[in-house]
């Protein structure tokens, strides 16, 4: 009960049966939910051994693997990107001369408010439209490197504001340079608060890579759309799309359970002076997305 | 520069037509994910554990789903199940059913934040459920959920794009368009973007408004 212990008193005997009997209520109407699309999908014939068989083969589950790895290369590359791209331009927007902090936050703001797939749609039609030959992989690791960079930019900027000021000033005080200050004195202290907003912006970053699907890259979800079309095994769609979902809900899951723990450890240890970026909300930018 | 501005006039039609189904995509979706977030969230903060299960389920497996995935499992796979939605309302479901996974984290961090001795205090006044929520949880809770809940829907604005790889001609369906019409891609782009940040920037100065008035008050 410790969710709910603070919009509800520890229930007495009236709301205990109450509670049971929304309880039970609750159960029949999800169980009633779930049984309906069971029987939609048996209706429809997606448990047909047909429709499954596929899976069995190592030259499909290659393909599967083969789109992957597609997708890891492209979220791996990007994820390398971006870090360095949020590095430099955080460190411009943290830069005391202002014609390094105008242009960071300059190109900061307008990547964020730029469509991800628009980015993408940059690094795709541009080149095609005259000819040059751009593989469709950097067109996706450029439009994800700009989006995922400037957000990551704005979390490294954000984890070194959050660690106190005194820090700051205790450092100068015992002589150490500007540089000095940031690589011994802030960089510490904020990468541990900023690591769980980091990895769950990879998660994004992750997820992201789907776009790919778009200009026809041939990630994860392409594949599954391939092995979907086959008529041979009754256009197994939504088997197809199931095994890409398991997939993506494995990976990207154990990553947030990974983040969730990073800030669990890091809230902790009181070591850490900076307060701890949650995982999933940062400044104004909680609850990002895709 | 004038071939910039012709692609404009040009193409107007193209162009208006483009962000007319985008903003009707984003409103009905706003709509949407807003009452099926809102249910979400009342069922992972209400004392039946079973409602609690089923929100916080929902909640990770939509999270850790790419939005691409929910519209291509709408847009192929659901009309193998005999269920057959055009193209403009599959991708505003999609966009609901992803966008209400988020609505709900806002609104129950929204209602953790406020503190539980309020709501002690308020019932040791003998406040009945509805006085509590109405009069002490939710004005307090509201004002945290504001900001993160605009970054939603901001994200959401961006994220109708992805109906253009779905067959819904909003926005960013417009290049494939001017492709055809061999337009230049970069003025087009260019003025798609352009498009976004007249729609985005507002939002986002009215969200850092909201932020800091009532980062101040609390």
Redesign the interface.
């Known amino acids: 009960m410790s969710q709910a212990s603070i919009l509800y008193d520890l229930p007495g005997p009236r709301a205990k049966r109450r509670n049971a009997i929304l309880g039970v209520a609750s159960t029949v109407g999800i169980i009633a939910l779930l049984a309906y699309i069971g029987y939609k999908f048996a209706d429809t014939g997606q448990f047909e051994a047909r429709k499954w068989e596929q899976f069995q083969y190592s030259s499909v589950q290659r393909e599967l693997l083969g789109g992957l790895w597609a997708t890891l290369k492209a979220a791996g590359i990007a994820a390398v990107l971006a870090l360095l791209f949020g590095a430099v331009f955080a460190s411009g927007r943290l830069s005391d001369k202002w014609i390094l902090r105008a242009p960071s936050t300059f190109v900061v703001e307008l990547f964020r408010a730029i469509p991800l797939l628009i980015l993408i749609f940059f690094g795709y039609y541009v080149p095609l439209q005259y000819g040059w030959s751009i593989d469709k992989l950097w067109a996706l690791v450029i439009g994800l490197m700009l989006y995922n960079g400037s957000v990551l930019a704005e979390i490294f900027r954000a984890g070194i504001n959050a660690v106190p000021y005194g820090q700051t000033e205790g450092a100068y005080a015992i002589g150490l340079r500007k540089n000095q200050v940031l690589r011994l004195i802030l960089l510490p202290q904020a990468v541990r608060s900023m690591l769980p907003a980091i990895v769950s912006q990879l998660v994004v970053l992750l997820k992201d890579t789907a776009l790919g699907f778009i200009i026809t890259y041939p990630e994860l979800l392409f594949v599954g759309k391939q092995i979907g079309g086959r008529l041979p095994f009754g256009l197994p769609y939504v088997p197809a799309y199931l095994v890409v979902a398991a997939i993506y809900i494995t990976i990207c899951g154990a990553l947030s359970i990974l983040a969730w723990w990073l800030q669990k450890r890091m809230g902790r240890t009181p070591r850490t002076a900076a307060k701890v970026l949650p995982a999933q909300s940062v400044g104004e930018d909680s609850a990002r997305m895709i | 520069m004038g071939e910039f501005f012709r692609v404009l006039t040009d193409n107007g039609q193209l162009f208006v037509d483009g962000f007319t189904n985008t903003v009707k995509l984003f409103l009905i979706a706003a709509v949407g994910s807003l009452v099926l977030g809102t249910l979400l969230g009342a069922m992972?903060?209400?004392?039946?554990?079973?409602?609690?299960a089923?929100g916080a389920t929902y909640v990770?497996?939509v999270?850790?789903?790419?939005?691409?995935?929910v519209f291509?499992?709408l847009v192929?796979?659901v009309p193998?199940?005999?269920?057959n939605i055009d193209y403009f309302p599959s991708a505003a479901i999609a966009l609901t059913v992803?966008?209400s996974a988020?609505v709900c984290?806002?609104i129950r961090?929204g209602?953790?934040t406020?503190a539980?001795g309020q709501?002690e205090a308020a019932?040791a006044l003998g406040m009945t459920?509805g006085q509590?929520?109405t009069l002490i949880?939710l004005p307090q809770a509201l004002r945290a959920m504001v900001?993160?809940m605009m970054?939603?829907f901001i994200?959401?604005l961006?994220?109708?794009?992805?109906a253009?790889?779905f067959s819904v001609l909003e926005a960013?369906a417009i290049?494939a368009y001017m492709?055809e019409r061999?337009e230049?891609?970069?003025a087009?782009?260019l003025w798609?973007?352009i498009g976004?940040?007249i729609l985005?920037?507002p939002l986002?100065a009215l969200?850092?408004f909201l932020?800091r008035k009532w980062r101040v008050a609390r």
Do not use: C, H, W
């Open positions: 992972r903060v209400s004392p039946v554990p079973a409602l609690r089923f990770n497996l999270r850790n789903t790419p939005l691409t995935l291509a499992f192929f796979a193998k199940l005999d269920v992803y966008t988020f984290e806002v961090s209602v953790n406020v539980a709501a019932r459920f509590v929520l949880v900001p993160p970054s939603v994200a959401m961006k994220n109708t794009t992805i253009a790889g960013g290049p492709a061999g230049p891609q970069f087009v782009l798609i973007t976004f940040l985005i920037l986002v969200q850092r932020e």
